[in-house]
């Protein structure tokens, strides 16, 4: 009787734990909009389009961290990536000037990409075994949620002990004790299956993902992903400190110390990414068991209603709390079952590279869901056109997953020499 494959192996554990770090600061960015805006007295946009940029560069050097990764090994690649983000990190905390915060986080947005899922879900899937790949991504990525649970209260703690340029130079200094897991991120070498040993260049597996349409519509589909989640995580806390009603006095959050608009704004991200965690595991369960393209529409349609029913019914500190569940359910589940997809009709080998790809339609749109947030702040004074524009591209990424054939496609056959 052959042995099963162990779930927990020290490459899943230490996936794990880079993903934890990094998220949880890059999801404490939203918590510094207000201080930021007050002792500058810049724009709302001006901030905003800082993240923006961080969220674009993020998605730019996936796919190039990606390739790098299978140029000169994954944890050289992490290491590069934990270094670019520790610096990027330094400046944004001594920017003086709005054009300067957004240059430093070119840097903040390459290092994201270099200890984040594209370079780490490729290490984690190669180790994985066969019958645990769909859930050791899942618990990769839940694992990004748990960050999002500890960063924006950790940014909201520290900020009360010390300057927000501090808190800059302190995450930094985190990052870089990721650098003394790297020694752990060794995926064994594992024989593949005979469909898989077929040789194939780097272009060759581009060329070949870029003429399916399927390719295509996930490359769609995840545009909407990156919009509304960069947009409630840059701009969710300052839209509750500012729009919620006020917390009642001796009510039940007041009773656990969330006494202030501002707390609770903090605390919703918090919420988002703890609730991702079971969201996020359930999603990769149920990659195992049902089809993919349908998960995924499932969960977008999900999005849509939650959101659109939010901006109609009155925002209070109890819809906030409920939307911050709900939303956190779906948040990240996409990515486990978007980075399996991937995998399961193109094979592990590149793995890295295209879901690299994909994922720079994700941070395209989180590019854009963060910039239109501050613009639209800035024009109107509120955030509600930026809301239902979510719904909408929601709805439609929940559609254009339909077509998608999920079925492997033939491997491409080389004759022999």
Known sequence: ??????????????????????????????????????????????????????????????????????????????????????????????????????????????????????????????????????????????????????????????????????????????ILCAILLLPFMRAPARPEKAAELVEQTMGEALRKALKDPSFGLIFIGFFSCGYQLAFITAHFPAFVTELCSPIMAGGLLANIGITTTSALGAVSISLIGLFNVVGTLTAGWLGKKYTKKYLLAGIYTGRTIAAALFILLPITPLSVMIFSAVMGALWLATVPLTSGLIAHLYGLRYMGTLYGLVFLSHQIGGFMGVWLGGRFYDMYGNYTAVWWIGVGVGALSALVHLPIKEKKPAPIVVPAE
């Not at 201080?35 to 810049?42: D, K, Q, V």
């Not at 992490?78 to 915060?101: C, K």
Request: charged share 10%.
């Open 1 to 174: 009787m052959q042995e099963r494959a162990p779930l927990f192996t020290p490459v899943l554990v230490t996936g794990c734990l880079i993903i934890l770090i990094s998220f949880a600061v890059r999801a404490s960015f939203g918590v510094f909009q207000i201080p930021i805006a007050e002792e500058y007295g810049w724009l709302r946009s001006e901030f905003s389009f800082a993240i923006a940029i961080q969220n674009l560069f993020w998605g730019i050097g996936q796919p190039l961290f990606g390739a790098l990764a299978e140029k000169i090994g994954d944890r050289k690649a992490i290491f590069l990536g934990a270094i670019v983000y520790a610096a990027g990190l330094v400046w944004s905390g001594f920017a003086l000037s709005p054009v300067s915060m957004q240059l430093s986080e070119v840097l903040v947005g390459f290092g994201i990409a270099g200890t984040g899922f594209g370079v780490i879900l490729a290490v984690v899937g190669r180790a994985a075994s066969d019958e645990n790949r769909s859930m050791s991504l899942a618990i990769t990525t839940a694992a990004g949620s748990a960050g999002q649970v500890l960063g924006a209260p950790l940014a909201e703690g520290l900020l009360s002990v010390m300057p927000w340029q501090m808190v800059f130079v302190t995450f930094a200094g985190i």
